[in-house]
């Protein structure tokens, strides 16, 4: 037995890229074992009985060592599932009775291979089952394991594990990066394929963020740690890859409701063959085939599929809903800020009133906002590519009204309307501001050169995306958010959205939520911070643009590690592929053990054969669910090109 121990613990090498606990380890250990006892029983009783066939009865203990060996546990987990109800452990409960009738009958060699067949077979079932667990192995890989330190000594390699908030690291090309931070020096480009689905590779400068799992490609840069290595988003990204490999299924309550009748149904078809053939090896085999491993992988195959084909789009799904309920959303519920639109502002349109050309107008402005670091001036300041503008002003910031910038004599104004008018200035008509976003006046040397507008822009993608989910049957789409009416129907009109609710708390729009899943399925989609309560409260919540923020994974049901807004429309029709093969599944799995059954009721297959012959439905399942991950191919194909966005210049 020491040698037996010592091949299955042989045989477990291989297993331990897989992270087995050593729960699992021991489980299979046991298995290998038992299983390598039970044979040697069998080809010692064979030979036993070749030498001695006038001692048939020490042949027989012989075997019935090997049935004890390799029967024991199995009937041992047969009335534990046959006393708690628990349909997982069918097949145990039919290979039990059969080893039992096989042995009763005289045929101690099928008793023993009967179970050993199974055994070998589902062993390697659960090798192939590894896959999922040595792809998750290999994604945690990406997060690099050390990490070059800059300290006052110099630089120095270290655990990335032992990095503190605030700690510099070098990060070399070619390098994966070991923490989320914060670049400080250098440009580079860095793949982020891992965590977004995005293929071409984002660039990187001073204060642009960096994330654990990604990959520095060409420059060297100088990055501050944000999050230490426990809590970086590749991480919590790996943990919800975890997670999702124990996601259940409730649709799938019908193959629990079958297989409570599968059972008595299988036992009766076996006592029908013995008695209307007369061989109990036909009982037997019915037995045999019946054994339900295809039952087992009707929604965790497809599942299974479904989670591959939407991580490599920077999708993780982390609730069954993604089945049980998105396939029957028919309201859909947006954000606007970071999820409609881009959550950047830009200059829209610009109008002159005293100013003689664009370019005097910007350089104008410049001037005051070149010293402030406000949304609205670091958006100009970005639209200044080709113009100069001079420096060296003072600058003070009036709190919810401009900015003053004093150089000399010479005076610059950069506010709101009703903060230039408060001072004495006449503005041209109000109708000018018609964006969806807020205007600053110009006035320079007490003089009035005009307006600059300024909107948060809507993602290009969003009115097709609208179209294509009212044409997949999602009739109604709503615009939540705390903005303006201006600006929410503004972005209403652009995405053609049906409806929009303006100046909402979080608290307020949970109460929307709440009276709209009054006449619908809800499908909620927010940035995760100030719509948490909303992604939670609807019947699905889709967290846009989760990659860094523990609110989004934590509110809502699905993640999208990117803000492409092509991605709600694709994972509808994932879950709905998903869902229809899962009905698929059912129907073969099914069929297939009801056509096994009658072949060995008439006898056309005998219960060795039928030990392999009944992994028949599972295999046909497996290759049924890959079809998940041809059709979401195909969706991704379909999807239209993203063109660049055209923003409108008035002038």
């Known amino acids: 037995m020491e040698n037996l121990t010592h091949t299955a613990d042989h045989v477990l090498e291989d297993f331990h890229s897989a992270d087995l606990s050593q729960g699992e380890k021991r489980k299979i250990s046991r298995e290998i074992s038992t299983a390598l006892a039970a044979m040697t029983c069998l080809v010692t009783g064979l030979i036993y009985k070749l030498v001695f066939p006038q001692q048939a009865v020490v042949a027989g203990l012989i075997y019935s060592v090997g049935v004890l060996i390799e029967g024991v ?60 667990r040595d792809a998750i192995e290999g994604l945690k890989k990406m997060q690099a394991s050390t990490a070059l330190l800059e300290t006052e000594e110099g630089e120095k390699t270290v655990d990335a594990a032992s990095l503190k908030r605030g700690d510099v690291v070098i990060v070399h090309p070619g390098v994966f990066l070991p923490v989320d931070g914060t670049v400080i020096w250098g440009k580079s480009n860095i793949d982020q394929k891992s965590l977004t689905g995005e293929p071409l590779p984002a660039s990187v400068s001073v204060g642009d963020p960096v994330y654990a799992g990604t990959t520095n490609l060409d420059g060297v840069i100088r990055v501050r740690v944000e999050k230490e290595y426990q809590d970086t988003s590749f991480n919590k990204i790996v943990k919800l890859l975890e997670d999702a490999q124990k996601i259940s299924i409730p649709e799938m309550r019908i193959v629990d409701q079958f297989m409570h ?32 491993c295809g039952h087992m992988l009707v929604s965790s195959a497809p599942m299974i599929a479904a989670l591959a084909a939407a991580t490599k789009r920077g999708i993780l799904i982390k609730s069954s809903k993604f089945v049980e309920q998105l396939t029957q959303v028919s309201t859909i519920i947006f954000d606007k800020t970071g999820t409609i639109t881009r959550g950047e502002l830009s200059v829209n349109g610009w109008y002159l009133q005293g100013a003689k050309s664009r370019e005097e107008l910007f350089a104008a402005g410049a001037c005051a906002a070149s010293g402030s670091m406000h949304p609205i001036s670091r958006s100009l300041m970005r639209e200044m590519e080709g113009i100069s503008c001079e420096s060296g002003y003072e600058v003070r910031e009036q709190p919810g009204k401009g900015i003053t910038a004093v150089k000399g004599t010479d005076e610059v104004l950069f506010g709101s309307r009703s903060w230039i008018e408060s001072l004495g200035y006449h503005l ?53 958010t705390g903005d303006r009416e201006r600006a929410a129907r503004h972005i209403q009109l652009q995405a053609g959205m049906d409806e ?100 060995a009721a008439v006898g056309l297959i005998p219960a060795l054969a039928g030990a392999f012959l009944h992994n028949i439905g599972a295999f046909i399942i497996l ?29």
């Open 73 to 132: 546990p199995l009937l041992v987990t047969a009335i534990q599932g046959f006393l708690q109800q628990d349909v997982v452990n069918a097949m145990e409960i039919l290979v039990s009775i059969a080893v039992l009738a096989c042995y009763i009958t005289g045929q101690h060699e099928l008793a023993i291979l009967i179970p050993v067949i199974l055994s070998v077979v589902h062993f390697l079932e659960e090798r192939s089952i590894m896959g999922g």
């Open 261 to 292: 009748y599968y059972i008595p149904f299988a036992l009766s078809v076996a006592a029908l063959a013995a008695l209307l053939t007369r061989e109990v090896g036909n009982a037997i085999a019915v037995l045999v085939v019946s054994c339900p």
């Open 500 to 599: 929009a609710y303006f100046q909402l708390l979080p608290e307020e729009k949970l109460e929307r939520v709440k009276l709209l899943r009054q006449d619908a399925q809800v499908l909620a989609v927010g940035d995760g911070i100030n719509d948490a309560l909303a992604l939670a409260e609807a019947d699905v919540g889709i967290a846009m643009g989760a990659m860094g923020s523990d609110v989004a994974i934590q509110s809502a049901d699905i993640a999208l590690m990117n803000n492409d807004l092509e991605n709600i429309p694709f994972v509808i029709s994932l879950a709905r592929s998903t869902k229809s093969i899962m009905y698929q599944n059912i129907a073969i799995a099914f069929a297939v053990s009801l056509f096994m059954m009658l072949l």
């Open 428 to 480: 041209d008509e109000t109708e000018l501001e018609r964006g969806g976003g807020p205007a600053n006046w110009v006035v320079r040397g007490g003089m009035v050169l005009g307006c600059l507008m300024f909107d948060d822009s809507i993602r290009p993608e969003a009115e097709d995306v609208i179209r294509r989910l009212r044409d997949m049957g999602v009739s109604r789409s709503v615009l939540l």
């Open 623 to 651: 290759i049924n669910s890959s079809r998940i991950l041809r059709q979401a191919g195909r969706l991704t194909r379909e999807q239209p090109e993203k063109g660049p966005a055209v923003a409108d210049e008035k002038e």
